[in-house]
């Protein structure tokens, strides 16, 4: 979808102000991966954004099920807006992951969208000194399984 900011002379409706006033508008989330594409199967995906003063709130939930498949490569979440470029190659809107084992444990992580990017990746360290990032796929930070869950928040600018 296309975001359009306010500017002078602006129309005011209803939908517009629905779009700006910061309540969450339900969105298809597609869920892919660099090489080969996981599907949701019996699981749950959903996503919300919320507008407000020109940034876009994302939240994704993802509930893994029986017949989820994890695919292959680094996976992304598809964004309701593209994201605004920033100044530099290197420089992400970033916000939080938390990827529940429910055999195990919580594992905290960040989510960040590349500027310019329609997607938002989910990132945690892979060694015990956190120098060395390692983006979320089907065994990181955990090897994924039924009723596992991925939980990640991210405001960014909207191109």
């Known amino acids: 979808m296309t975001y359009t900011g306010w500017t002078g002379g602006a129309e005011i409706t209803t939908t517009r102000l629905n779009a700006i006033s910061g309540i969450w508008v339900?969105?298809?989330?597609?869920?892919?991966?660099?090489t080969a594409n996981p599907s949701i199967g019996n699981g749950l995906?959903?996503?919300?954004?919320?507008?407000?003063?020109g940034m876009c709130t994302v939240r994704i939930n993802l509930s893994m099920g029986s017949?989820?498949?994890?695919?292959s490569g680094e996976w992304q979440?598809?964004?309701?807006?593209?994201?605004a470029t920033l100044g530099h190659v290197d420089f992400h809107w970033?916000?939080?992951s938390t990827?529940?084992?429910r055999t195990t444990a919580w594992h905290p992580g960040q989510s960040r969208v590349a500027s310019g990017a329609n997607h938002v990746r989910c990132i945690s360290p892979t060694a015990a000194d956190g120098g060395t990032g390692g983006e979320w796929n089907?065994?990181?930070p955990h090897v994924w399984a039924n009723t596992d869950i991925l939980n990640l928040t991210c405001t960014y600018e909207p191109a």
């Open 77 to 83: 979440f598809s964004l309701p807006f593209v994201a």
């Open 45 to 53: 995906l959903e996503g919300k954004y919320a507008l407000v003063g």
């Open 138 to 140: 089907a065994t990181r």
């Open 67 to 71: 017949t989820t498949t994890y695919g």
């Open 99 to 101: 990827g529940l084992d």
């Open 94 to 96: 970033v916000g939080g």
């Open 26 to 34: 339900p969105y298809t989330v597609s869920w892919t991966a660099t």
